[in-house]
């Protein structure tokens, strides 16, 4: 059965740093778009940063571009969000999107095929 599974969240303080990890069963992520988008309480679920499967581009919200780094692990099957600088407004459950197109830029939601269940980021002191 295919499976998408974030993890790497978890309670950082603000200023400090988490890298988040997307894992994907029974298919090769490196083949595909993945997007990562959050959402926080109250709030709809937005963008973060995608990577295409080509890996020719990469996207990032202007809310986090020079904060988090988007990366491919091809060995691995593993795509990173790497997030420094963490602040309140970044906590949020993070979730994993695959199969966004290589234009990923609009971060629209019903483009991503496969989704993971997500993994809670808190930023507090």
């Known amino acids: 059965q295919l499976q998408v599974v974030e993890s790497g969240g978890g309670l950082v303080q603000p200023g400090g740093s988490l890298r988040l990890s997307c894992t994907a069963s029974?298919?090769?992520?490196?083949?595909?778009?993945v997007g990562w988008f959050r959402q926080a309480p109250g709030k709809e679920q937005e963008g973060v940063s995608c990577?295409?499967?080509?890996?020719?581009?990469?996207y990032y919200a202007d809310s986090v571009k020079g904060r988090f780094t988007i990366s491919r692990d091809n060995a691995k099957n593993t795509v990173y969000l790497l997030m420094d600088s963490l602040n309140p407004d970044d906590t949020a459950i993070y979730y994993c999107?695959?199969?966004?197109?290589?234009?990923?830029?609009?971060?629209?939601?019903?483009?991503?095929?496969?989704w993971g269940r997500g993994t809670q980021v808190t930023v507090s002191s």
């Open positions: 990577i295409s499967s080509s890996d020719r581009s990469s």
């Open positions: 029974r298919f090769n992520l490196n083949l595909y778009t």
């Open positions: 999107g695959i199969g966004g197109p290589d234009d990923c830029s609009a971060y629209v939601l019903s483009d991503y095929a496969y």
